[in-house]
């Protein structure tokens, strides 16, 4: 289906067009006087109801798709569409607005604010924009990741999986329609790490909403409905409904294939 097509499918309501679109991105990198291009002209599709891994070694990749995705870096060429609408050329306002709206991020260092109790930062995206808080819906998220009873406590005195679980809560609150996570878990224990990534794979078969994460873990990328490979830069490998040794068959050969840097 063309771009086009999609964006038009989005009036119509088509609640099985894809919720993020990715047409040959590439993006560049100023260093020094040179340009580096990292990404080589990615293409991918999520739809509604996906959770979709993205995996590859250190360095491949990952983190900048993810930014370009969520509008965060503006690609070099190529373009991004979020529930139907193109991220090129749109103004910097339409951009904020989507941003806040429909797109959440989970990044791997929490970035909550220690003077603040779990709940207030869950708030926090509503006072910034001077809305009131939803209570009920704070607290239900904050339910929904299972730290209720810490819903007054400070991040200082919190385990690394519960700060998580209060960003991931943040995230949550916002209803996004897509949610980007970058290593989510790659600050947590195995059993924590695994626990976020359940909630997430929870909210992601909700109708409506798709998760893209990367992750490390094979295990729990087999959780997921899709596994994407990335390797210098390039889409090389996808798995569908995979379990953690093919996936970990995969990432095995990536790792021997990668050459020496040009
Ligand atoms: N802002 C930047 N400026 C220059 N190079 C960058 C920048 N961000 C990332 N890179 C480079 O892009 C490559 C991919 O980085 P990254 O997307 O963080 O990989 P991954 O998340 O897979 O480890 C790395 O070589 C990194 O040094
Ligand atoms: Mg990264």
Known sequence: MTAAALRSADH???????LVIANQVTKA?????????????????????EMVAVMGPSGSGKSTLMYCLAGLEPVTSGDVLIAGKSLAGMSRGRLAQLRRRDIGFVFQQYNLIPTLSAYENVALPYRLRREAPPRELIEGTLEAVGIAALSNAMPTSMSGGEQQRVALARVLAQRPQ???????TGALDTNSGRA?????????????????TVTH???????????????????????????????STVLTGLAASVGPVA
């Not at 119509?12 to 894809?18: L, Q, R, S, V």
């Not at 020094?32 to 109801?49: F, N």
């Not at 990534?197 to 909210?203: F, H, K, N, Q, T």
Request: proline share 6%.
């Open 12 to 18: 119509t309501a088509d609640t099985t067009a894809p």
């Open 29 to 49: 990198f100023a260093v020094g006087r040179r340009q580096i291009e990292i990404l080589h002209g990615v293409s991918l599709q999520v739809r509604p109801g």
């Open 178 to 184: 897509v949610i980007f996570a970058d290593e989510p």
């Open 196 to 212: 976020v990534l359940a909630e997430l794979a929870e909210i992601a078969h909700q109708p409506g909403q798709c998760v893209l």
């Open 217 to 247: 873990d094979p295990a729990v990328a087999a959780t997921c409905d899709r596994v994407l490979f990335l390797r210098d830069g390039h889409l090389v490998d996808e798995l569908h409904q995979a379990s953690a040794e093919q996936v």
